[in-house]
């Protein structure tokens, strides 16, 4: 069984078809996934969507363990964010996670909302203070951030457990996230990246996830076209063939990573 521990299954992307996506997946063997908001907007219908199937099991013929949900708020949405409460209140036994959330200094047209580096830093905080309360892990987004993402970590009253999603640093940054107990998320470019083939083997096996991003971050042979969570198993054979093991090894692995950081 494979968990995708980071898919946005409620984008408007699969608005068409998203229970077809689901029962695909569970033909690929992906038996849980985790949904995360990047605002306050998609954390609520992510935590509907994930209460919907708790309370009707039978709707789309989906059991009921499915699906479970992260509420969080993206740096691209930092002007859109008013008040850490309007996560909080969301908060239930379908949350496992808080996220994403994070700092992206990758200079991005496109994003009016995204906020300036201090206040980027002050809504992680926040975020992460939340997960601290709650004792929930924490799925960081980062890009191009990383020094100041592990000085805002070692700042708080205590360092929170979580992954870093979509892992995309180098050498001396995957000993720095080791050293604070951080997973690390590996997604469809690890198909074709030839920065994550030198990193990959560095990342301690038991720190490793699968996630697939979907509907961004289609593995080979599907770039280009919109990602989903059945494409999982191309993810772990790379990662297989970077750690010179089977892909049985890492599917049983991650799983176990993502049943012990999450609790799912
Ligand atoms: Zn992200
Ligand atoms: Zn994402």
């Known amino acids: 069984m494979y968990i995708d521990t980071h898919c946005h299954l409620t984008f ?13 997946a569970k033909k690929a063997g992906i038996k849980k996934f985790i949904i995360p908001g990047v605002s306050i907007g998609s954390s609520h219908t ?4 994930v209460n919907h199937f708790r309370s009707h099991p039978r709707v789309a013929g989906a059991p009921e363990s499915w699906c479970f949900a992260s509420i969080g708020c993206h740096p691209y949405e930092t002007k859109n964010f008013p008040d850490v409460r309007l996560l909080e209140q969301h908060i239930n036994e379908n949350v496992v996670a808080i996220g994403e959330c994070g700092l992206d200094y990758h200079a991005y047209k496109g994003f009016p909302a995204i906020g300036k580096k201090d206040e980027q830093k002050q809504l992680f905080e926040e975020q992460l203070l939340l997960a601290i309360k709650y004792d929930l892990p924490v799925i960081i987004h980062c890009r191009d951030a990383y020094q100041d993402i592990f000085d805002v970590l070692d700042a708080l009253p205590s360092m929170p ?3 870093f999603h979509c892992f995309s640093g180098g050498p001396d940054d995957i000993k720095h996230i080791d050293a604070r107990g951080f997973y690390f998320g ?5 198909t074709y990246s030839k920065q994550l083939a030198i990193t990959v ?5 038991h720190k490793l996830l699968l996630e697939t ?3 961004y971050l289609s593995p080979i042979p599907h770039r280009g076209t919109r990602n989903e ?3 999982i198993p191309l993810i ?6 970077l750690k010179n093991c089977s892909v049985k090894e890492v599917e049983e692995q991650t799983t176990q990573n993502a049943v012990q950081l999450f609790k799912i």
């Open 12 to 24: 408007p992307e699969f608005d068409g078809d998203r229970t077809t996506v689901l029962c695909n």
């Open 213 to 215: 991003d979907a509907p």
């Open 236 to 241: 772990a054979k790379k990662i297989a063939e």
């Open 161 to 163: 457990r979580g992954v």
């Open 186 to 190: 590996i997604d469809g470019n690890v």
């Open 46 to 49: 992510a935590v509907s969507y």
């Open 229 to 231: 969570p059945k494409y």
């Open 201 to 205: 083997p560095l990342i301690p096996f």
